[in-house]
Each structure stands twice: as C-alpha cells, then as structure tokens.
C-alpha cells in the first residue's frame, strides 16, 4: 500500500499530464504505432505530426478519414507533459514550413485555430501502444 506522500507524488505527477489524440484510419495508426509518425512536412504551426486534445474530434476526424479510404477508423493517442506544450496565438498565411517546435517545447499549440503539432520523435516516445475503440454514433 502506498504512502499518502507517495500518493500525492503520483497524483501530481499524473495531473501534469495531458492526453492528445491522432486520428486515422486503423492501417495507418498500425503503421504510427510499429514505425512511428512521420511528421506533416506543411502545417499551420509547421511540420510536425498533428494530434487534439479533444477525443471527439480525433473520432470525427478518423470516422471522415477512414470513409475516404474505405478503412475503420482508428485513434493514437499520447500522454504529454503539460510543461512540453509552447503556446502560440499567431496565425500564419497559408501553410509554413518553418519549425515550430524545440527539444525543450516538442508540442506547439494554436490558442487561435486549435491546430496542435508535435515532434514525430518525441511523439513515438510518448505514445499510448494500447488501442482504444472508436465509439460510433449511429446514423439518424
């Protein structure tokens, strides 16, 4: 049983963390978790592989993915450290090649658009390798 100052340590250490998401479609998150992401070499907030920290877009964005491959949908997703993410709040004409992120900030986050890129290397390590179900809503 653990210590309550050990509890404590781990309780702070868990709410540092922040959960992104990737979605796609199940063949490419197979290729994601065994090579690991190759990043977006264009992007709003430069290249880097692009995630969310909302699940339900991730989903939307898998189920609208895999529709166009003709595939299942499939998420990826990565426990971040809070204190890894830089905030922006520049919006960049048109795509940018520039680099965004650093070693000390792997994570660069829109506060604007919403759009979050991370560093394909540091995102293999922060991976979650256990696969979560895509929940679907039935069609009205």
Not at 2 to 15: P, Q, V
Not at 66 to 81: D, E, G, I, L, M
Not at 98 to 109: I, N
């Amino acid at each position: 049983m653990k210590s309550y100052k050990e509890f404590i340590t781990e309780a702070d250490k868990r709410i540092q963390l922040i959960r992104l998401h990737h979605g796609s479609d199940e063949d490419s998150v197979a290729s994601i978790k065994k090579s690991g992401p190759r990043p977006s070499p264009k992007g709003s907030e430069g290249p880097g592989h692009y995630v969310t920290p909302d699940k339900k877009k991730a989903n939307k964005y898998a189920e609208f993915t895999s529709n166009q491959r003709k595939k299942k949908p499939a998420v990826v997703s990565y426990r971040v450290p809070k204190k890894s993410i830089s905030k922006t709040d520049t919006i960049p004409k048109g795509l940018t090649s520039q680099k965004k992120t650093t070693a000390e900030k792997p994570v660069v986050r829109n506060t604007r658009t919403g759009h979050v890129a991370m560093d394909s290397d540091y995102a293999n390590k922060r991976m979650i390798r256990k696969t979560e179900p895509i929940i679907r809503r039935k069609k009205k």
